[in-house]
């Protein structure tokens, strides 16, 4: 497929200018670029979701004209979302072949439905790992993702868009995704892979393009550039580091947090000591208790067994508004979900916990901001949450922004524990750069900070101190700076502690 002097305007903007990509039979390329370079479009243009203003498509060499998805689709060109497009409720089979379900007499012929199933699944080498008539909402959300793929396959594809495809996944998971990728090479599909993890391009892609600012920068075989080359194409600037200098002994202070023999369904016997100034990274495999861990610690899934000191004192949160007034905040993983109302502005997006707190704002407010509004731009402004206006819905700024936002609504608390589960995940770098930043300061500040992240190249970057959960607990902690292979190893539980 190609794609030639592709543009595409919306009112103020143009999101693609003039772009013209080339993309082959059994080769994996990569599109890269920032939050707003214009990927996003782009792949819509090409499955069908938008009809370009100028320029054309190419498919096996012969022009075509996409006037909806479906079309795309019976073309052969299938694009697998990062937020899946999946019917939870319905079983495997029903989500693969929703609309196209074999009949006989009128009637779904339920058997064929699951022979076709198994077929497809076969072909990927996963029927042991998916079973067809298994509700979709049971799966996990990696096994979601091979049913995505299944359905793709099912029409036939050509050409396959994947986005953020790795962006909900653990690394195990990671390694099943790569294999079936390998495995839809060898049969000749094109695979258009987005993502922000530099690392995964490299290792699973040919070619890589570069957008910015919805132009096409470069095109490059990953054989001949390098990750610095690429960054620096994408943000138009050379990134010296990605991540700020760790906290000096000196700027850390007393216990903020003291867990000793903690415990729920999820969770056995933590114990964890949490000082003021400091960044805790925790890492782990999916399911070895990290989010378990911010649950609990939150009031959102309590502790039931052992002992929580917050600053010496005995206490245990039951709720999250327990934890909320006492200046402890939660970035969750899911920002859509969990930590935003997309329909709402900025404004109240940030004053959100504010209400938690009944009528003990901030310290921010009580020291003078004249009103909400103004602390909500000033809360705004101190993380650079770009948005041409504060009353601008959530729902459409970029996932940096977003999280730019979510990351105001808990400075309005003014907390002193702050809790981050996957604070990068799905932005771009120079974004990811700024959020790292964002967190640093509120070290520096004198907040205590746990954070969570899938990704280790970021736990080892930020981290004063690395915890290593398996299984539902530590299984060991490391100093800052450690390796992957020393982190793998507690988190394979191969060791109980290095």
Do not use: C
Not at 311 to 329: C, D
């Amino acid at each position: 497929m190609e794609v030639t002097n592709i543009t595409k305007s919306f009112p103020g903007v143009r999101a693609l200018d003039d772009v013209s990509v080339a993309f082959y039979p059994g080769e994996v390329h990569a599109v890269v670029g920032e939050n707003g370079a214009g990927k996003s479009t782009l792949m819509k243009v090409l499955a069908g979701a938008y009809r370009p203003d100028s320029g054309g498509i190419l498919l096996d060499g012969h022009p075509v004209t996409f006037n909806h998805p479906s079309e795309a689709q019976r073309a052969g060109i299938s694009i697998i979302y990062q937020e899946f497009n999946l019917l939870p409720e319905r079983t495997v089979m029903e989500n693969i072949f929703l609309g196209r379900e074999p009949h006989r007499f009128g009637v779904i012929d339920y058997g064929r439905l699951e022979e076709d199933t198994r077929a497809v699944l076969r072909e990927l080498e996963a029927e042991s790992l998916i079973n067809p008539t298994t509700v979709l909402g049971s799966l996990s959300v990696a096994q979601q993702q091979v049913v995505e793929i299944a359905k793709a396959l099912s029409y036939d594809a050509k050409v396959l868009i994947m986005d953020e495809p790795t962006a909900a996944l653990a690394s195990q998971e990671v390694a099943v995704l790569t294999d079936l990728v390998r495995r839809l090479q060898a049969r000749g599909i094109a695979i258009i892979f987005i993502s922000h993890r530099l690392a995964e391009v490299f290792e699973l892609a040919q070619r890589v393009t570069v957008l910015k600012d919805g132009q096409k920068v470069g095109t490059a075989l990953t054989k001949n550039i390098t990750m610095n080359k690429i960054v620096e194409m994408m943000v138009g600037r050379i990134l010296s580091d990605y991540f700020p200098d760790r906290a000096r002994p000196e700027d850390i202070g007393d216990v903020a947090l003291r867990l000793r023999g903690a415990s729920n369904d999820a969770l056995r016997n933590i114990d964890l000591e949490l000082r003021a100034g400091e960044i805790i990274g925790v890492a782990g495999l999916q399911g070895s208790g990290r989010t378990a861990l911010a649950q609990a610690i939150f009031g959102v899934v309590p502790f039931r067994e052992g002992v929580m000191e917050i600053k010496g004192q005995p206490e245990l949160f039951r709720t999250p508004a327990q934890a909320i007034r006492n200046r402890f905040g939660y970035v969750t993983e899911d920002r859509k979900y969990e930590g935003l109302t997309l329909k709402q502005p900025i404004n109240d997006n940030i004053m959100l916990t504010l209400r938690t707190l009944k009528n003990k704002l901030s310290r921010a407010f009580r020291n003078g901001t004249g009103s909400r509004k103004e602390l909500a731009l000033e809360l705004a402004q101190r993380v650079d949450v770009r948005a041409p206006t504060m009353e601008r819905e959530v729902r459409f700024l970029s996932g940096g922004n977003q999280q730019k936002v979510v990351l105001a609504k808990w400075l309005a608390t003014d907390a002193s524990v702050l809790i981050f589960d996957e604070p990068t995940r799905g932005i771009d770098i120079e974004a990811k750069a700024s959020i790292h930043e964002r967190i640093r300061e509120l070290a520096r500040a004198g907040a205590a900070v746990l954070m969570i992240s899938s990704e280790l190249p970021e736990v080892i970057g930020m981290s004063d101190r690395i915890i290593v959960m398996w299984d539902g607990a530590i299984a060991g902690e490391l100093p800052a700076g450690s390796g992957e292979a020393e982190i793998m190893q507690l988190a394979t539980g191969q060791a109980t502690q290095l």
